[in-house]
């Protein structure tokens, strides 16, 4: 190269070097030290005058998120996040404050302070929000254009699930305090925080045209923020997602790439101008749109409506904002309870942005028509393949019970390889299954999305359930000819569809027995048998489906008894006859014992005034059981009768006299066969009146 170009080159370098100013240094983290001597400060300026305490700190506790610092060291710059009653850190974009060094110390300045602006425009650029930046040049003047509010927009996450509305109209409120408004009502009106407990994946509200985006952020850094920018070409307005997570971004969302309504987009995070993990969305105008001094996209928010929001036409609004903060667009609604705003339970809303790529998959295992178990347990062998544009989070069974889909077995959420899954089922947890079942795949992906019934198919099922069992408890005997029986019931599944207790005389053949079936609700009978017999017993269970437990092996017994020969009468002894008839008089209990078939008890009862009457007889002891026979004066002529349904159980007798007059009451055992000393009854007269209760026609 000629000197002379050589020499040119060296002067024009030099030139650049003296014209171009050194880039302003960014703000820099402080140390531990540092913030604990500005949060020092911070609170002593609260306290040092009541007057300028803001209101909501009675309602929120302010925390420091984070603090910078400029390059000299004197000048900090502290974002503020505020905690509610229930100890939720709001998840929003933080307050703000600053402190400059003093010879005494930091003073902090808060917005309204005379300093204020002067000390904020003196900070980098580039360190500053783009909520809170001065504006470009060519949008200081924009006008301000009112447009009809857009539509077809939907939450920015998966259908079916809910998510917290953070904030809305917040944004540019000075309540919650401190550090509001993070942004101006002219930029702000329209935009809207959601977050959860963790971060969530993301689906577009609308579709677009991928403007821009960046994912390399760490997350939770708060100098670098992640997002995503989608162009609606039919409404040339921009939608921006901010705070996104580090690396979720699927690659394939290249510039000018086309994006559906509920595409998957990345997840939410805390990157960037944040107090904690949420996505702050908004669309913007065309004319507003501009790439800010912090690294992201920002511009004026345009009115949306949501089609999945089920209030305010589509607008979403938290309990606190319409309680606390004046009415915009005609809002006045939340979903919760407005006298506990901030209550944890308020503001859940629940998405309808179906996935634009639901997972897909298949099962492989049962085969269609395929007859499963057969005497095999109740464990079947299940393979399936999933697949989705992002991943598969997890796949289950489902099997369909009364026209509904329900859920049997545990939810896989790993691959023996890829995209294939094998797992065993207990069909028995979908329920007592038998016959002809439809069965299907269920499949989750990332996004949240649900893949309801994937390759629905028919099979066979001989009995999901075990049978269920039972255990006979100890025979409860007494003087009687009544024995009590008691057992234990275990459902495996199938449920109870009733019980058969088989009984013999000993020494004698079960085939030469009988057998009771008890209702599937019963845990105890009486049973009775003859005078000086002695019994055996056993019990099985039947489910549902008329599946039966099997009986003890073999020929062996689950209980004994060994019946009384004997009876002794009760002292009330001779009352055979009305000749010989016990007064029973109104309000007075008599008790008597069953001593035999041709061994009745009678009783003269003396009615004093027409009415209604009653006569219980109570199963008190021994399992005794009566049946009643209310005879007129003559003792011949039959007024009324009743009886116990069964042995143990207690018998109404109820009729009406007309006026006073006497009658008589033969009492007698319910079976030929019930008897004994310890077979106790007793009875009681009451006069009854009787209640009429309204008709209502509806």
């Not at 240094?25 to 913030?35: N, Q």
């Not at 947890?429 to 439809?438: M, T």
Request: proline share 7%; charged share 20%.
């Amino acid at each position: 190269m000629p000197f002379r170009i050589r020499l040119s080159l060296l002067i024009l370098s030099c030139i650049m070097v003296f014209l171009t100013a050194p880039a302003e240094p960014p703000l820099l983290p402080t140390s531990e030290a540092t913030k604990n001597d500005l949060w020092s400060a911070f609170n002593q300026r609260l306290q040092s005058n009541a007057a300028i305490r803001p209101l909501a700190f009675d309602l929120f506790t302010p925390e420091l998120d984070t603090a910078f610092l400029t390059a000299d060291g004197n000048t900090a710059v502290l974002w503020l996040a505020l905690r509610d009653d229930y100890g939720r850190r709001l998840a929003t974009e933080p307050g703000l404050a600053l402190a400059r060094q003093t010879p005494t110390g930091w003073q902090i300045l808060l917005p309204g302070d005379p300093d204020w602006q002067e000390m904020l425009i003196s900070l980098p650029p580039q360190s500053l929000p783009g909520e809170i930046q001065p504006l470009p040049a060519n949008l200081q003047n924009e006008e301000i254009i009112i447009h009809a509010p857009l539509t077809g927009y939907y939450l920015p996450y998966a259908a079916g699930t809910a998510r917290w509305m953070e904030g809305s109209i917040s944004h540019f409120q000075f309540i919650p305090e401190l550090g509001y408004p993070s942004c101006s009502i002219e930029y702000c009106r329209y935009a809207y925080d959601f977050t959860d407990y963790t971060s969530f994946p993301l689906l577009a509200s609308k579709e677009g045209y991928v403007l821009a985006s960046r994912d390399s952020c760490p997350d939770g850094s708060p100098t670098c923020t992640n997002y995503i920018v989608l162009h609606n070409r039919a409404e040339d307005t921009y939608q921006i997602y901010l705070h996104l997570a580090y690396g979720t971004i699927p690659d394939k969302l290249t510039p000018g790439t086309f994006v559906q309504r509920g595409q998957y987009i990345g997840d939410s995070d805390d990157t960037g101008y944040s107090t904690s993990q949420h996505v702050h969305f908004m669309v913007v105008d065309k004319n507003t749109l501009y790439f800010s001094n912090s690294g992201y996209y920002w511009g004026r928010s345009m009115d949306i409506r949501f089609a999945d929001v089920p209030i305010n036409n589509g607008i979403p609004r938290n309990c606190y904002e319409v309680t606390r903060f004046p009415i915009y667009d005609g809002a006045t609604e939340c979903l919760g309870n407005k006298l506990d705003p901030r209550n944890p339970a308020n503001d859940w809303y629940v998405s309808g942005n179906v996935g634009a790529f639901p997972p897909t998959g298949s099962l492989t295992r049962p085969a269609a028509g395929a007859t499963l178990l057969q005497g095999t347990g109740s464990t079947i062998d299940v393979t399936a393949t999933a697949a989705d544009d992002v991943r598969v989070t997890g796949v289950r069974l489902v099997v369909k019970v009364n026209g509904q889909w329900v859920e049997a077995g545990p939810k896989v959420t790993t691959p023996v390889q890829s995209s294939l899954y094998d797992w065993d089922v207990d069909l028995c947890s979908a329920g007592p299954l038998n016959g002809e079942v439809e069965i299907a795949l269920r499949a989750w992906d990332h996004e949240g999305n649900m893949a309801a019934a994937l390759s629905p198919r028919s099979v066979f099922v001989d009995h999901a359930c075990p049978p269920s069992a039972s255990q006979l408890k100890l025979a409860e005997v007494f003087d009687s000819t009544a024995v009590r029986l008691s057992w234990d019931g275990f459902d495996n599944g199938a449920g109870f569809g009733g019980f058969e207790l088989q009984w013999r005389q000993e020494p004698d053949t079960w085939q030469n027995g009988g057998i009771l079936t008890i209702p599937s609700h019963r845990r105890s009978v009486w049973f009775v048998g003859k005078p000086g017999a002695s019994y055996a017993f056993r019990l099985r269970a039947i489910d549902i489906n008329g599946q039966v437990e099997d009986w003890p092996a073999g020929d062996a017994a689950e209980r004994f008894a060994t019946l009384p020969s004997y009876c002794q009468s009760d002292e009330n002894e001779p009352d055979d006859t009305p000749a010989q008839a016990r007064s029973l008089r109104a309000g007075e209990w008599l008790s008597a014992n069953l001593c035999g078939a041709d061994n009745s008890d009678w009783y003269r009862i003396e009615i004093l005034s027409a009415g209604n009457y009653l006569i219980p007889a109570f199963s008190h002891n021994g399992g005794a059981a009566v049946k009643m026979r209310l005879f007129a004066q003559d003792a011949a002529s039959e007024v009324a009768a009743a009886q116990a349904a069964a042995a143990g159980e207690n018998a109404y007798l109820r009729f009406h006299s007309p006026g006073s007059g006497i009658y008589y009451l033969q009492v007698e055992s319910l079976l030929p066969d019930l008897m004994g000393t310890d077979a106790v009854y007793r009875l009681n007269l009451w006069e009854v009146q009787d209640t009429f209760l309204p008709l209502i026609s509806r």
